[in-house]
C-alpha cells in the first residue's frame, strides 16, 4: 500500500485481538491502521472458516455465468473468495466490468467464444473470479478530501477489486468412449485422438498447477554491518538520515535474479500527483507538492500509470519510468528529456515519485549477493530466486536510534524477508462447453453454495409414532381386513402451500425375506422393500399419511408375519419426507422443509445397547432443504396367551398345604405367557381372586411388575401372609393377570390355586 504511513506493523503470528488506547500517549496511525489489520484478519479467517475457500449464499449466489448475444453475461449477487466479500450490484456483461479493461491485443469473449466454436484444439473457456484488495486514495476518489478543511488530504481507503476473466482450456488427450456434457454417448474413438470434451472441466480449475518457483527474498542493513546479513550493525554504523523514513523497495520488471530490476522510495512511494494532461514532452498535473521533500523536483524519477496498468488483463503491472528535466511551479507541468507515453487522463492517469539515482528507465538490476547502497547508510542484498513485479519490502528507519528496523516487527525474524505481495485469488466460476450437435453452449456451473446457518425453513415438531419403536397391529383382525389401517401424521411448524402428494411421503415396508432353507437369525436379516402408496392430506399443519389395508397386505406378503414376530423378527417401516419438494411461499420467497431431526438415546428401562434411537423435535440442521426421515416396527398386538401356576413339589392340580404356626409345605410360582417377545418395558398386572366364602385370603402376588424388552414369558413367586389359625381351611383361587396397555383382563384362562389349612399347632 502505497500511502503515507508512518509504518505497517501487523504481525498475524502474535494472535492479537484488539489494539487498546492508553490515556496520556501519543495517537500514531501506525496503531489505528494495526487495529483495522486485527479486525479483517479476524473476519477473513472467520468467513473462511464457515464458508471454506470459496462460496456464494444460497439466496444471493453470486456471479453466474450465462452466454447471451454471443457473449458472456454477469449475475447479480454475492460470492466469498478466501474470505473476501465480493458484490455485483447489476447484472453485467463482460467487456461492462469498471476492474477489467481490455488492451488492443486481448481476446474478448466474443472472440473466445468463437474460437471455441471453430478451434479444435480448445477443450473449454474456463471462467474465473480474480479478487485483490487495492489502495484508494483522493486521486482515485476525490470525495475522500474534506471541503471544511480546504480539499484536506485526510485518510485513505482499502477496496475489494473484483473482475471476472475467462480463458481457454487446452484440449485433453483421451481414449475409449466419449460422453458429451449432457451425458449422451457420442461415439467411440481410437485411442490417443484429441476430443474436444468437458471432462474435468471444473475439477481442474480448483486443481491449478502447482507453482515450484523460490520466491526471492531481500535483506536491509546499515553500513558497518556484518557480511553475513545478520542485521546486527557495527557502533560506527546506523541510518544516517534527518527524518524518520518508510522505505520502500519495490521490484519493477519481474524474472528471476538476474532480469529482475527494482526502485526504491523513502516516502513510500506516497509522494503522487493526478496527471491532467499530456503533450509531447510535459505534462501538467494536479499539484507539485508542498516542498522538494514532498513534491517533484528536477532529475527525480517518476512513474507514469494510468487504471490500465492496475486492472489490464494482467493486472497491477509496472508503468514508465521517466526522470524529470524541469518541473514548473508556475504551470504546474513536468518536463522530460523525450516524448511521453500514451496515457488515459480520463483513467486516473498518474505520476508517482521514485528516490533512485539510476540512469536506466529499466529500474536497478538486483546484484544478488552484493550489497546496494541505497541513501544514508542504508543497504539491501537479494538474494536468488524469482521476483514478481509489484513484490515490495518496507523498511521503517528512526532518527532517534540511528537504525533501521530490520528484520520487520511484523515479520517472523529471518535475514533474508519474503516480498509482501498483491495476492490475486482466482475462484472457479464456470466452464463453458460447445456442443456442435445442437450448435449451443452449455455453461457447467463451477460455483460452489453455501446456506445461512440459520435460515426460514418448515421444521417437523411432532410425530405420532416413536422413531425406532414399536407400533401394534390387531391380530385377529375381522373379516374385512382393510379395516385396520396404518396412519401417520407429521405435525409441521407452519403448513406448506406445496402440493401434497404420495411421492413426498416416502412410506417403504422392509419386510424379513422369507425361506424355509434360510434360517432368520442374528442382526443379519435379508429384508425386501416394498413401498406402500397411501392417501395423503394435510390437516391444517399436519401431513396425514394413511393405508388402510395393512394386515391385509401383511397377510399377502408375509404369510407368517406373526410366527416371526413371535421369534422376534419384524417389519420395519421407513417414513422419508421430501425436503426439497415440502415448501412455503412467504414474501416471494420459498422456504423449504429442514426436517432433519438429530437422534437421541430414549429413555427406558432396557439396556443402552436395546434402548430405541428416539428424534429431537424440532427438526433442523441449517440447511435450506433436507429430508426427514425415521422407522419404526410393525408387531401383532401383545398379548397373553397364558398363565399357569407350580408348585414345589409339583401337583395335579396345583395344591399348596398350609401349616399354620409354620412354613407353607411347597413353594408356589405363576407365569405368564406372551404371544411374542414384549418391548421393553411393558407393565403387567397380577392378583389373585378368592372365590366366595373361602374366609380371609392369605397369599399375596407381585403387581404391577415391568417385563424387560425381548421377554416371552416371566415368572413371578406367590407368597403367604400371616397365617389366620383355622386348621379346616380350604380355599381356591383364582390367578389373574392383564396387560397396562390394554387396560382390560387378559383372554387367558385364569388357572386354580388349591390352599389347604393343616392342624392348628397350639
Known sequence: MKGDFSRIRFNGRQNYTEVLQQQGRVALDADANEQSAIIRRLRDREIGDIVGPFGGPGDDPGFAISISNNSIAIGPGRYYVNGILCENPTPLTYTTQPFLMLGPHDSTDTALLTDLQRDKSIAAVQVYLEVWERLVTPLD???????????????????????????????????????????????????????????????????????????????AQTTGGSDDCSCEPTP????????????????????????????????????VAAVNSVSGSAITVDN???????????????????DTNQFGLMPNQPGELLQIQTPSQANLSLTFPAAVPSVDTTKHAKVRRWDQLTDTANGIPLAPGTWIDLENGIQVQFAPGTYTSGDYWLIPARTATGQIEWPPCDSEG??????????????????????????????????????????????????????????????????????????????????????????????????????????????????????????CSLLETNLLWKYTNIITF????????????????????????????????????????????????AASDASLATRPISLLNPSGNGARASD???????????????????????????TVNQNFGGAPESSVTATVTFNFPAPAGTTVYLWLTLQPGHGDSVLTIQSPFVVQASTSSITVPITFDAPTPNSGLSQTYLVNASLLSQQTQSDATPPQLLVTGSEQIR
Open 141 to 219: 476518489a476525490p470525495c475522500l478530501r474534506e471541503p471544511a478543511l480546504g480539499q484536506a488530504d485526510t485518510t485513505v481507503r482499502r477496496q475489494t477489486v473484483w473482475r471476472v476473466v475467462a480463458e481457454p482450456q487446452a484440449t485433453r488427450q483421451t481414449t475409449g468412449r466419449i460422453v458429451s456434457i449432457d451425458h449422451l454417448v457420442l461415439d467411440e474413438f481410437p485411442a490417443r485422438v484429441p476430443v474436444r470434451t468437458p471432462v474435468d472441466c471444473c475439477i481442474s480449475m480448483y486443481n491449478p498447477p502447482a507453482n515450484n518457483t523460490t520466491i526471492g527474498t531481500l535483506c
Open 236 to 271: 560506527a554504523a546506523g541510518y544516517r538520515g534527518l527524518e524518520n523514513q518508510l522505505y520502500r523497495i519495490e521490484i519493477h520488471q519481474g524474472g528471476d535474479e538476474t532480469k529482475a530490476t527494482f526502485k526504491w522510495s523513502r516516502e513510500n512511494a506516497s509522494v
Open 288 to 306: 507539485l507538492g508542498p516542498d522538494d521533500n514532498l513534491g517533484f523536483t528536477a532529475l527525480n524519477w517518476v512513474e507514469l500509470t494510468d
Open 414 to 535: 529471518s535475514p533474508f524477508q519474503k516480498p509482501h505481495q498483491t495476492l490475486i485469488h482466482r475462484a472457479p466460476l464456470a466452464c463453458i462447453h460447445w456442443t456442435p450437435q445442437s450448435k449451443q453452449f452449455t455453461v457447467e456451473d463451477c460455483r460452489r453454495i453455501f446456506w445461512p446457518l440459520t435460515t426460514d425453513a418448515l421444521h417437523v415438531t411432532n410425530i405420532n409414532w416413536a422413531n425406532d419403536d414399536f407400533i401394534s397391529l390387531d391380530t385377529d383382525p375381522p373379516d374385512n381386513a382393510t379395516s385396520v389401517g396404518l396412519a401417520l401424521a407429521v405435525a409441521l411448524d407452519q403448513a406448506p402451500d406445496s402440493p401434497i402428494k404420495p411421492a413426498i411421503f416416502r412410506v417403504a415396508m422392509e419386510v424379513p425375506f422369507n425361506n424355509e432353507k434360510l434360517v432368520l437369525s442374528g442382526p443379519a436379516i435379508p429384508r425386501s422393500e416394498f413401498i406402500l402408496d397411501g392417501v
Open 554 to 601: 401383511l397377510n399377502i406378503v408375509l404369510p407368517p408375519w406373526k410366527d416371526l414376530a413371535a421369534r422376534g423378527i419384524y417389519v420395519r417401516v421407513r417414513v422419508t419426507l421430501t425436503g426439497h419438494c415440502i415448501f412455503k411461499t412467504l414474501a416471494n420467497k420459498q422456504i423449504y422443509l429442514d426436517g432433519q431431526s438429530f437422534g437421541a438415546v
Open 628 to 654: 426427514f426421515d425415521s422407522w419404526f416396527y410393525l408387531r401383532p398386538l401383545l398379548k397373553i396367551v397364558s398363565i399357569s401356576v407350580q408348585t414345589n413339589p409339583v401337583s395335579n392340580p396345583p
